[in-house]
């Protein structure tokens, strides 16, 4: 009986050393961004050495990777099929916006830095195109339903992160403001395409 008590213990403690390094991953990648956090200083920070790092990830990929899942498993990204059921454009519009919104609001720190990052980063662009692309192209295809190309691209710009902080981080508008703003926007009379 002591050894499977033993083995339990030890299972436990190494799930609770991963949650310590992807926790503390998670911190840097929302302060220095995913590009400038190095192993050293997650290990550091989760209070390990490297090679127990390394037993628990072999590589920055398969860090990354638990880095994005528990963010989402914390804070999943809106999903577009609730807003399929909307019949009306403009009430469909709102109500996409203001959940893309609100979720870049609760993320805004960790989105900012990641999306910088992107710019330059091959894996941070690899990471965001598995985990975000999906989401992405389901939310450019519910919202962008019966829309024309013109409204298609506005509806680009306002599903953009860095829509919603020049919006509302910059600017200071509420985020409801900022919903109805580009609501309108892409619902005007943009002419024949």
């Known amino acids: 009986m002591a050894r499977t008590y033993t083995l339990k213990h030890r299972a436990e403690q190494q799930a609770e050393t991963r949650r310590r390094i992807v926790e503390a991953a998670v911190e840097l990648h929302s302060t220095v961004g995913m590009a400038l956090t190095t192993i050293s200083m997650v290990a550091e920070r989760a209070g390990v050495q490297r090679h127990t790092f390394y037993a628990h990830f072999p590589d920055e990929r398969s860090l990354a990777m638990a880095c994005s899942g528990l963010t989402l498993e914390r ?4 999903d577009p099929e609730a807003w399929r059921a909307i019949s009306d454009p403009r009430a469909r519009l709102a109500a ?3 959940a893309m919104y609100a979720w870049y609001g609760r993320n805004a720190q960790l989105a900012a830095c990641v999306l910088r990052d992107a710019e330059f980063h091959p ?6 195109a598995l985990r975000f692309g999906p989401q992405n192209a389901a ?3 519910v919202l962008g339903a019966g829309l024309t190309a013109r409204q298609r691209m ?9 829509t919603w902080r020049t ?3 910059e600017s200071g508008l509420k985020p409801t403001v900022a919903v109805d ?11 024949n395409d």
Do not use: N
């Open 75 to 78: 804070d999943p990204l809106p």
């Open 96 to 98: 996409g916006l203001k």
């Open 123 to 128: 894996l941070t662009r690899e990471i965001i």
């Open 139 to 141: 939310c450019h295809e």
């Open 154 to 162: 506005l509806l680009r710009l306002a599903l953009s992160f860095f």
């Open 167 to 169: 919006l509302v981080t």
């Open 181 to 191: 703003s580009m609501v309108r926007a892409i619902a005007c009379d943009l002419g």
